[in-house]
Nanobody, 115 residues
Framework: VQLQASGGGLVQAGGSLRLSCAAS????????TGWFRQAPGKEREFVAR????????YYGDSVKGRFTISRDNAKNTVYLQMDSLKPEDTAVYYC?????????WGQGTQVTVSS
């Protein structure tokens, strides 16, 4: 599976961005998909995921109530709506697609939040 993330950029604190991640396979709907992020000098951090079977969503504590993950299986795309952005949300954001045996990573998209 090839994943292409887009939608990153520079935004002021309190603003919003929507990230998109397009997958290359039609079987994308059977993958659990998610987002991680990594800020300079920090470990990679879980942001959100959505399960393929039920569409159940999970969020990291630092983004709960501000970020929303969703997917459009017809478009093989997963989204991350990010609202009320904070400077500490600045990071490279990576999308992932996971099966029982493998995890695939996209190339990352930079999000920078200015104070």
């Amino acid at each position: 599976v090839q994943l292409q993330a887009s939608g990153g950029g520079l935004v002021q604190a309190g603003g919003s961005l929507r990230l998109s991640c397009a997958a290359s396979e039609r079987t994308f709907s059977s993958y659990t998909t998610g987002w991680f992020r990594q800020a300079p000098g920090k470990e990679r951090e879980f942001v959100a995921r959505i399960t393929w079977r039920t569409g159940t969503t999970y969020y990291g504590d630092s983004v709960k109530g501000r970020f929303t993950i969703s997917r459009d299986n017809a478009k093989n795309t997963v989204y991350l709506q990010m609202d009320s952005l904070k400077p500490e949300d600045t990071a490279v954001y990576y999308c992932t697609a996971t099966t029982a045996s493998s995890t695939y990573w996209g190339q990352g998209t930079q999000v920078t939040v200015s104070s």
